[in-house]
């Protein structure tokens, strides 16, 4: 049986423990966020891709059948629109913005600092 567990900790420090059982012969799926059951699935044989919520962040759990044998991996999704990945993208924007003003004004600072020397000095 494939079981596997990983822990997810949130913007606030909040660790939730999410986890996987497959059954080998089977392939029952079962996975768990902390105490709540997210998916089940049924006769799971090949690769599959679930989603789910933690709080308002998008979760991903991908099944790779390799010649029989199963991989799993567990992602956050940072790129379907979500309203936490719109305001990421918004934020990241203007952390981009920042930095670029703040380059232009350094690299104007240290021009006038060099004309200044080069011209009075």
């Known amino acids: 049986m ?30 768990y966020c902390n105490t709540r059951i997210v998916v089940i699935d049924f006769g799971v044989q090949s690769s599959k891709n679930y989603t789910f919520f933690i709080d308002e962040e998008l979760c991903d759990i991908a099944i790779e ?32 913005k920042q930095s670029l003003l703040l380059g232009v004004a350094f690299v104007a600072a240290i021009s006038i600092v060099v004309f200044l020397v080069m011209n009075f000095l």
């Open 65 to 96: 059948e390799n010649e029989g044998a199963f991989s799993y991996s567990f992602t956050i999704d940072q790129k379907t629109d979500t309203p936490r990945n719109r305001g990421r993208r918004k934020m990241l924007k203007s952390q981009l």
């Open 2 to 31: 494939g079981q596997l567990t990983w822990t997810y900790v949130d913007d606030d420090g909040f660790s939730h423990k999410v986890g996987l059982y497959h059954g080998d012969k089977t392939g029952h799926l079962m996975v």
